[in-house]
């Protein structure tokens, strides 16, 4: 127990429950050894810091050793995880995303936080996960908590073809859809990746189909999503296709031209209005009045969360490294602040599986 969990908790309260010695000093003079705290980190099978607060985050992620807990992390060769616990707006600080970001590089196994009412009475994400989606979780394995689950993702942008060379597109590189893909297989599942064309390389373990226009990426994903358990909508999919494509090169004519459009499928809205949908999660780009758009379409296309984001800001969205990302869902939502596209994957499945789980308490995620 560090100095701050002993103003919560007395070491008696946890000694009488635990029915285990407490431990709470670097150098303690009623202990036998001096070199105390590295036979307890040998003694370790693994290291579960829980609540880990922002102190403690930042101390382990610079390898500051200056209490028994510190030093225990840091002399650790056991797998160490943390479940962090803290203030809303402690948990979005750059800072504190950095150490996180620092830890899961070096390893540490991140559990949590989950969102909700916290103790100071503020919402947010920053609240320490259920002890037994702790527990879950670590007999699961490290970063297992999507094992046996059948995600399908689709990314990058679609083309969509006026004629044998030129075609309408966006300015999606993928890189989202490809970090989720990455961090679900790390995470355990089984990913199939329908990608339109990028530049990516694509991540060991996952299946890809590659695919052109949205009529071919609607295509791929129907015969694919009857047998998975969640879908992930990350593709920037053309909304519209030239109504009519010319088998040949389109000459130069007049001083103008115009384009017929026609409508795309709506490939989410298909897969989440079937009988046996998986757990839906959509993405929103929007330039405005985030919320409301971001709500609507949760709404209108059915969708069991969607993870909404400003484009057109000076950083992330289309084509960036960074990303920040509002999590909505029916009745809740949470904020996922800036941070690079892999450590906000890993974020948003975590969101994910809470919110299945919490769906489905029986389903093991
Ligand atoms: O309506 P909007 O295009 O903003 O919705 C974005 C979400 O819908 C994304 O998850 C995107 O992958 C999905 N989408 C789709 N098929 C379309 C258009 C969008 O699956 N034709």
Same mark, same amino acid.
């Given at each position: 127990?560090?100095?701050?969990?002993? @103003?919560?908790?007395?070491?008696?309260?946890? /000694?009488?429950?635990?029915?285990?010695?407490?431990?709470?000093?670097?150098?303690?003079? %009623?202990? &036998?050894?001096?070199?105390?705290?590295?036979?307890?980190?040998?003694?370790?099978?693994?290291?579960?810091?829980?609540?880990?607060?922002?102190?403690?985050?930042?101390?382990?992620?610079?390898?500051?050793?200056? =209490?028994?807990?510190?030093?225990?992390?840091?002399?650790?060769?056991?797998?160490?995880?943390?479940?962090?616990?803290?203030? @809303?707006?402690?948990?979005?600080?750059?800072?504190? @995303?950095?150490?996180?970001?620092?830890?899961?590089?070096?390893?540490?196994?991140?559990?949590?936080?989950?969102?909700?009412?916290?103790?100071?009475?503020?919402? %947010?994400?920053?609240?320490?996960?259920?002890? *037994?989606?702790?527990?879950?979780?670590?007999? &699961?394995?490290?970063? #297992?908590?999507?094992?046996?689950?059948?995600?399908?993702?689709?990314?990058?942008?679609?083309?969509?073809?006026?004629?044998?060379?030129?075609?309408?597109?966006?300015?999606?590189?993928?890189?989202?859809?490809?970090?989720?893909? *990455?961090?679900?297989?790390?995470?355990?599942?089984?990913?199939?990746?329908?990608?339109?064309?990028?530049?990516?390389?694509?991540?060991?373990? !996952?299946?890809?189909?590659?695919?052109?226009?949205?009529?071919?990426?609607?295509?791929?994903?129907?015969?694919?999503?009857?047998?998975?358990?969640?879908?992930?909508?990350?593709?920037?999919?053309?909304?519209?296709?030239?109504?009519?494509?010319?088998?040949?090169?389109? #000459? $130069?004519?007049?001083?103008?031209? !115009?384009?017929?459009?026609?409508?795309?499928?709506?490939?989410?809205?298909?897969?989440?209005?079937?009988?046996?949908?998986?757990?839906?999660? %959509?993405?929103?780009?929007?330039?405005?009045?985030?919320?409301?758009?971001? %709500?609507? $379409?949760?709404?209108? $296309?059915?969708?069991?969360?969607?993870?909404?984001?400003?484009?057109?800001?000076?950083?992330?969205?289309?084509?960036?490294?960074?990303?920040?990302?509002?999590?909505?869902?029916?009745?809740?939502?949470?904020?996922?602040?800036?941070? =690079? $596209?892999?450590?906000?994957? *890993?974020?948003?499945?975590?969101?994910?599986?809470?919110?299945?789980?919490?769906?489905?308490?029986? /389903?093991?995620?």
């Amino acid at each position: 127990m560090t100095r701050s969990a002993r @103003q919560f908790v007395t070491p008696l309260t946890f /000694q009488a429950l635990s029915g285990n010695s407490v431990h709470t000093e670097l150098f303690d003079a %009623g202990q &036998a050894q001096a070199m105390d705290h590295i036979h307890l980190a040998r003694w370790a099978d693994l290291i579960l810091v829980a609540p880990a607060s922002a102190n403690m985050l930042a101390k382990m992620a610079h390898g500051i050793a200056d =209490d028994l807990l510190s030093t225990l992390c840091l002399a650790a060769e056991c797998p160490v995880f943390v479940a962090p616990a803290m203030n @809303q707006a402690m948990w979005n600080k750059a800072v504190t @995303q950095d150490n996180i970001g620092r830890l899961r590089r070096d390893g540490v196994a991140i559990i949590g936080p989950a969102a909700g009412e916290q103790a100071c009475g503020e919402q %947010g994400l920053g609240r320490m996960a259920e002890p *037994e989606n702790i527990c879950a979780r670590i007999l &699961a394995g490290t970063d #297992k908590t999507m094992r046996g689950l059948k995600l399908v993702i689709s990314a990058g942008p679609t083309r969509e073809p006026l004629d044998p060379v030129r075609f309408i597109s966006n300015r999606s590189s993928g890189k989202m859809g490809y970090a989720l893909a *990455e961090a679900a297989v790390r995470a355990g599942a089984e990913v199939t990746l329908v990608s339109g064309p990028v530049n990516l390389p694509v991540p060991s373990g !996952v299946s890809i189909i590659r695919i052109e226009t949205a009529q071919q990426m609607y295509d791929a994903v129907i015969s694919r999503v009857s047998d998975c358990d969640v879908y992930i909508g990350a593709a920037a999919v053309a909304d519209y296709r030239p109504a009519q494509m010319e088998d040949r090169k389109i #000459k $130069k004519q007049h001083d103008h031209g !115009v384009i017929a459009l026609a409508k795309n499928p709506d490939i989410i809205a298909a897969v989440a209005s079937r009988a046996d949908k998986p757990f839906v999660v %959509g993405f929103a780009a929007e330039t405005d009045d985030l919320e409301n758009y971001a %709500g609507s $379409k949760l709404r209108a $296309k059915r969708l069991d969360m969607i993870a909404a984001n400003w484009v057109g800001q000076a950083e992330g969205g289309f084509d960036s490294e960074r990303n920040a990302l509002q999590v909505y869902w029916p009745g809740g939502s949470c904020h996922l602040p800036m941070t =690079d $596209k892999d450590q906000l994957a *890993e974020q948003l499945l975590t969101v994910i599986s809470e919110r299945m789980h919490e769906k489905n308490p029986t /389903q093991d995620t």
